[in-house]
């Protein structure tokens, strides 16, 4: 297994207002990130909150090309980005235990932080399709290149590992450094990922291992 230091590119905060964050996630242009009782849209070219939508939002935030999709406490809703309505709720599988959350293959993907677990929902009924094991308190999970990432935060330590998704066996880890830890997690689809920061109210981009960022999807 491979270990790396993780290389900070950017370091986006604190926001006024926020002094949480927690899920993230990137529409092609936005990051989108979690504080509590909003979902915000960060301009990662400019650093600047653009809007915010006024939501719970709690852990795990994704996006599947048109909806948002957010952990509030034990629930999982689905908001229309444009008005910020609530088009649908499912249950979250951690029953408020959830981290973080993914999309991926049509379904989602959810962190249960305190049982080392991944879970694959239907997306429509809240259904566990499987579950995946980590030997770590799991909290913010991405796909990117038919690779499935996680951040695990355990104390004050946090690292971000890419798993096999069959076997949850972990291939690499990118070790943050510490006092830096990880709450939320998305990729940008190249070489980035995007790094929720917990109480300490930031989003921080990292670098991905170039050797991952040249496997393509088959």
Partial sequence: MKSTAAEIIR?????????QVAGVTYDGQHVWFASGDKLNALDPASGKTLRSIDIAAHAG???????????????????????GHVLATIPA???G??????????????????QRKI???DPATGAVLRTIESNRFVTG??????????????????????IDAQ????????????????SGLESDGGD??????????????IRRPKHAAASKRR
């Avoid at 235990?97 to 379904?107: C, H, I, K, N, V």
């Fill in 61 to 83: 935030t994704a996006f599947d090309g048109q909806h948002l999709f957010q952990i509030a406490e034990d629930r999982i809703q689905k908001i229309d980005p444009d008005t």
């Fill in 11 to 19: 370091e986006y905060g604190p926001f006024p207002g926020v002094e």
């Fill in 93 to 95: 599988p951690g029953g």
């Fill in 192 to 205: 980035q990922f995007f790094c929720g920061g917990g109480g300490k109210g930031k989003v921080t981009a």
């Fill in 119 to 121: 879970h694959q929902i």
């Fill in 97 to 114: 235990g959830d981290s973080g959350l993914a999309w991926a293959e049509g379904t989602l993907w959810v962190g249960e932080y305190r």
């Fill in 141 to 162: 999970v991405t796909w990117v290149d038919g690779e499935l990432w996680h951040a695990t935060w355990e104390g004050d330590e946090s690292d971000v590992r890419h």
């Fill in 167 to 182: 076997t949850g066996e972990v291939l690499e880890r990118i070790e943050m450094p510490p006092g830096l830890n990880v």
